[in-house]
């Protein structure tokens, strides 16, 4: 008797290690309000004086949130959809796949401090760019590997980052990241805001998205937040 404890508590990791973001959220979307918030970032309060933005999808907000904002000279980034033809998408809604949006953020950042380059590398180190649709567990087009650029120079930088990083041979699959103008952003609902940082014990966040933000910050230790 004295090892069963153990053995089961070491299957029950095992088994919270493979909860997708949409599994482990079902009981709290159930206590939300399926309406997303309809806002666009510029109208969040943010002060955006001197700021860029940019748009990245990397499967499972909840971890592109968490990873990007460990930057320095990261501002703000928020969960949210993009890219899809509903006009009011929400998170249930989203997790069918049917909205044909992705699950991403957009990111606030101070270009004097953190370059546009420098989150694409950030953005390729953080997830498999390879997988099409999917992340680990998370499968879907909403999951998908997506770059939204807001100007030309970002197209340029995305291309070029893309083409150098196939052409290196890191991967042995090509890289199927989508590289596609920014449409309208869809704010996500408040409780996905800053979901790792709220909810550093649940599930997903504790087996997930913590080992992967350990394993970035130790890649990117010189470009971290200094309070990181």
Same mark, same amino acid.
């Given at each position: 008797?004295?090892? /069963? &404890?153990? &053995? ?10 493979? &909860? ?19 806002? +666009?970032?510029?109208?969040? !309060? *943010? ?6 933005? %940019?748009?990245?999808? /990397? ?6 949130? %968490?990873? @990007?904002? +460990? ?26 796949? !049917? ?7 957009? *990111? =606030?950042?101070?270009?004097?401090? &953190? +370059?546009?380059?420098? @989150?694409?590398?950030?953005?390729? $180190? ?5 997988? #099409?649709? $999917? ?5 879907? /087009?909403?999951? $998908? ?10 197209? +340029? @930088? ?6 150098? @990083? ?13 590289? /596609?103008?920014? =449409?309208?952003?869809? =704010? ?9 940082? !709220? !909810? ?12 992967? #933000? ?10 971290? $937040?200094?309070?990181?």
């Amino acid at each position: 008797m004295k090892t /069963t &404890i153990p &053995i089961l508590t070491f299957l029950l990791m095992c088994c919270m290690v493979v &909860i997708s973001c949409a599994q482990s959220d079902k009981k709290q979307k159930r206590k939300m309000d399926k309406e997303a918030a309809f806002t +666009s970032l510029d109208e969040t !309060n *943010v002060n955006t004086a001197g700021m860029e933005t %940019a748009t990245f999808g /990397t499967g499972c907000f909840w971890c592109t949130e %968490a990873v @990007l904002e +460990s930057l320095d000279g990261v501002k703000k980034v928020v969960s949210g959809y993009s890219g899809g033809h509903d006009p009011k998408p929400n998170y249930e809604a989203v997790c069918t796949g !049917n909205t044909g949006h992705a699950e991403c953020v957009e *990111v =606030v950042y101070d270009p004097k401090v &953190i +370059s546009y380059a420098d @989150l694409l590398e950030a953005f390729f $180190r953080s997830h498999d760019p390879t997988s #099409l649709n $999917r992340q680990g567990n998370d499968v879907g /087009t909403q999951y $998908r590997s997506v770059i939204f650029y807001h100007n030309e120079e970002q197209k +340029s @930088l995305a291309e070029k980052a893309k083409a150098e @990083l196939d052409k290196s041979g890191a991967y042995t699959k090509p890289i199927v990241t989508e590289i /596609t103008p920014a =449409v309208k952003f869809f =704010v996500a609902e408040d409780y996905h805001q800053n979901y790792f940082a !709220n !909810n550093p014990d649940q599930g997903y966040c504790a087996f997930v998205i913590a080992p992967k #933000l350990d394993k970035f910050k130790k890649v990117f230790k010189e470009k971290l $937040r200094k309070e990181i």
